[in-house]
């Protein structure tokens, strides 16, 4: 329900804007005449009343947020976005005097601005206070030039003076802004460990301060004969879809997805990248594998990007079971959808037949192809009656993605990799929403029907489908959309939280959409708190803290936030306290209207990015890193 709100929200505040506007300009043209001219009777415009219908409904939209969605998706609208222009208003409707309108309309500006270019929840203060310096203004200029023109004095023959002042108040506001926007603000936790920029750590630390390690040192085991060992070419190459669409991709080892590296759980593996052509460089990210931080395939944080003709060697030791994921981190937006990603298994165990499926949005002019993984049409498989099945579902794509599994009843084992306890049965016609990045085990016992799988891509139509059945040769069923799956209340807890005690540190984020500079133009872009890297602060923390974040998208476009290196515990969703098994994950869609509360342990040093995998969202600056107080990086340049 929050999405339609919020865009409702957005064109009443575009519509107050111009309202204010010209209540203001008869307000400014009343104001002009001679107080003989003006008139005994009431002043009351038409748009006065136009405005305040719409102040009254942007009202009614915030309270409906609030009560659908919560405090944190309206806080910066009741304390700061709606006051600004109520108050005025309110003032007008009482007085009915040019001045009070000139305010009303500078607030319906300032009502506009804050929801097109959103403050971050630390930068409240100091905008409320750019905001009355501005009104007040406003209030003394109307005044000032009210009271001469009507002793018919000097300033009322200077029609730019109220421009020149509100130019100068617009230079005050500003500076405030760029105050409150640097980058070495905290955002939790207190002063003496304030967030700054990753590429400045290991600066300024005085006596007392612990010694300082570089991510280099932060390796795999680097000695020993490894359990599994692997080499991966990345080259550019020609990928056939089923439907014979060729696309002009990016492989691993000439193909994509590329090849499933199967290891175990407790063993060292080794891959060697190799960059044979792909002169933007490469990486390997080994997205849900807790890795140690020099083998996270970064670019610019962890190590540099491998470049045509070079190699690089990951060592590590995986120390969870479950369904993972690699792709390349060096221009991931481009990259990625091209084909560098492939499967990463950490044995666990289960049985039967046993499947990956990506799902990929492959490039294709201007519409993407969905498909899974190379079948962008319906595919076929047998599977004899009474078989186990497991489908390893991975999204390698930029967008959540709804699946729809029809002809038999089945089961989530596993979310992100984690296992998940009792798994209940699932009816078919349940619905699968899956994070950019994310993955979901899906077993169930072949029936002697035909068992169908589609992608619903929504704005993105597909022919994409799976059809298991005894002999074949059947064809997948036509599903429709049903029920989702809610995570929250799945399964059941099988022993007790492994967290616990008083948390370290605090983080909230605010998720949001709104005006910017990125990539060197002014867009309509997405922001960690009202920042676009490289400004926004990173998170510090100290080895063995207990971390605890608020997660909140007050915007309208989903964010599948991921942090590296740690696996992270969902408590609540919009205030909702999870009762169904332990909430594991890496990858956390926040669809807009959600707030979600989650924690982790500070267990594994290192400077590790935290973004949103949806990589276009990234690439314009939804960047952050957490990094520990001890550990500096020596790279430079951009992650994505």
């Known amino acids: 329900m929050a999405e339609p709100l919020f865009l409702t929200d957005l ?72 006051p600004v222009v109520a108050l005025p208003l309110v003032w007008v409707l009482l007085r009915r005097t040019a001045v009070a309108a000139h305010t ?21 203060p100091v905008t409320a206070a750019a905001s009355a310096l501005l009104l007040a203004t406003t209030i003394g200029i109307s005044l000032l030039i009210g009271e001469r023109r009507s002793r018919g004095g000097r300033l009322a023959r200077l029609p730019w003076l109220s421009g020149v002042a509100a130019v100068a108040t617009a230079a005050a506001m500003s500076s405030l802004f ?19 920029s990753v590429h400045a750590m290991g600066h300024g630390h005085g006596a007392g301060a612990p010694a300082m390690r570089s991510v280099d040192e932060l390796t795999g085991p680097r000695a020993g004969t490894p359990d599994a060992r692997f080499t991966l070419t990345a080259a550019h190459s020609t990928v056939r879809l089923s439907s014979g669409k060729k696309i002009q991709a990016l492989t691993f080892n000439g193909m994509s997805p590329g090849p499933e590296l199967r290891v175990a759980k407790g063993r060292l593996v080794e891959v060697t990248l190799v960059n044979k052509d792909v002169a933007e460089g490469v990486t390997l990210h080994w997205h849900g594998v807790d890795v140690p931080n020099a083998e996270d395939g970064v670019p610019g944080v962890t190590q ?32 990625v959808e091209r084909g560098l990603f492939g499967a990463l298994i950490v044995e666990d165990g289960q049985q039967g037949v046993q499947q990956n499926v ?52 089945f089961r989530v084992t596993a979310h992100d990799g984690n296992p998940i306890g009792d798994p209940g049965e699932l009816k078919p016609g349940t619905d699968l929403f899956l994070a950019a990045g994310g993955r979901y085990d899906v077993a169930f016992t072949m029936p ?29 069923a036509a599903l429709e959309p049903g029920t989702l799956f809610d995570r929250l209340s799945y399964g059941k807890r099988t022993g007790p939280e492994t967290e616990g005690g008083p948390y370290d540190r605090d983080f909230d984020l605010v998720l949001d959409n709104g005006f910017g500079f990125s990539g060197g133009s002014f867009t309509y872009t997405d922001t960690i708190n009202g920042r676009l890297s490289p400004a926004v602060p990173t998170l510090m923390v100290r080895e063995g803290d207990r ?29 909702e306290a999870v009762t169904g098994s332990t909430w594991w994950t890496d990858t956390l869609n926040v669809a807009p209207g959600e707030s979600y509360e989650i924690d982790f342990s500070a267990d594994n040093p290192g400077v590790w990015m935290d973004h949103c995998h949806n990589f276009e969202h990234a690439e314009s600056g939804m960047i952050m890193h957490l990094a520990y107080d001890d550990v500096t990086t020596p790279y430079h340049g951009p992650a994505h």
């Open 11 to 82: 064109i009443l505040a575009l519509v107050l804007a111009v309202t204010g506007g010209l209540l203001g300009r008869r307000a400014g043209r009343r104001q002009a005449q001679p107080a003989p001219q003006q008139g005994g009777a009431r002043w009351s415009p038409p748009v006065l009343y136009v405005t305040a219908g719409v102040v009254a409904a942007r009202l009614a939209v915030a309270v409906l947020l609030l009560v659908t969605s919560g405090w944190q998706l309206v806080a910066h609208r009741f304390l700061l976005g709606l």
């Open 104 to 124: 009303t309309a500078t607030g319906a500006w300032l009502s506009f601005y804050f929801l097109y270019v959103p403050p971050g929840p630390q930068d409240l």
């Open 178 to 196: 760029l105050v409150s926007g640097s980058p070495t603000t905290d955002w939790g936790g207190g002063p003496e460990r304030a967030g700054h």
């Open 304 to 335: 540099n990007a491998v470049r045509p003709g070079e190699r690089h060697v990951y060592r590590f030791v995986p120390d969870r079971t479950g369904t993972y994921w690699y792709h390349t981190h060096r221009d991931a937006e481009r990259s």
């Open 358 to 409: 990506f799902t990929h949005l492959w490039p294709g002019g201007e519409d993407q192809i969905g498909a899974f993984g190379t079948s962008d049409t319906a595919e076929r498989r047998a599977i004899p009656a009474g078989r186990p099945v497991v489908l390893r579902l991975i999204n390698s794509s930029e967008e959540p993605h709804r699946l729809m599994l029809g002809g038999t009843p």
């Open 448 to 476: 002697d029907g035909v068992v169908s799988l589609r992608l619903d891509t929504s704005e993105i139509p597909n022919n994409a489908a799976l059809a298991f059945s005894p002999n074949g040769r059947a064809e997948p």
């Open 547 to 575: 971390v605890r974040m608020r997660i909140t998208a007050r915007g309208i476009i989903d964010h599948p936030m991921h942090l590296h290196g740690h696996r992270i515990r969902v408590i609540s969703r919009n205030g």
